[in-house]
Nanobody, 126 residues
Framework: QLQFVESGGGLVQSGGSLRLSCAAS????????VGWFRQAPGKEREGVSC????????NYADSVKGRVTSSRDNAKNTVYLQMNSLRPEDTAIYYC???????????????????WGKGTLVTISS
């Protein structure tokens, strides 16, 4: 059964950093594009980043561009999201999903396979 487990969230002060992990089980991740998403309280889920299976291309939402880097280690079946210069508005539950393609992040949900894990909570204090 295809499954993701997200981890690495926590409570940090504004300006701090976190590295999130997305570990896949039940399938081999190396042939899939993978997206990171987040959902803040009372808001819709939104795309944060997308990384292609070969790691040759990554795309980021404008709200995180320059502060976030997605990477992957296919040998570990894991995708990462390094987040720096965190802001209170980054507070959300972060999820990952395989993607049909890495398209425009504003339409990322349309490309998600929706095989979400339980997510990992990121809380940024001001």
């Amino acid at each position: 059964q295809l499954q993701f487990v997200e981890s690495g969230g926590g409570l940090v002060q504004s300006g701090g950093s976190l590295r999130l992990s997305c570990a896949a089980s039940g399938f081999t991740l190396d042939s899939y594009d993978v997206g990171w998403f987040r959902q803040a309280p009372g808001k819709e889920r939104e795309g944060v980043s997308c990384i292609r299976s070969s790691s040759t291309y990554t795309n980021y939402a404008d709200s995180v561009k320059g502060r976030v880097t997605s990477s992957r280690d296919n040998a570990k079946n894991t995708v990462y999201l390094q987040m720096n210069s965190l802001r209170p508005e980054d507070t959300a539950i972060y999820y990952c999903s395989t993607m049909y393609a890495c398209g425009a992040m504003t339409h990322a949900l349309n490309f998600a396979s929706n095989n979400w894990g339980k997510g990992t909570l990121v809380t940024i204090s001001s």
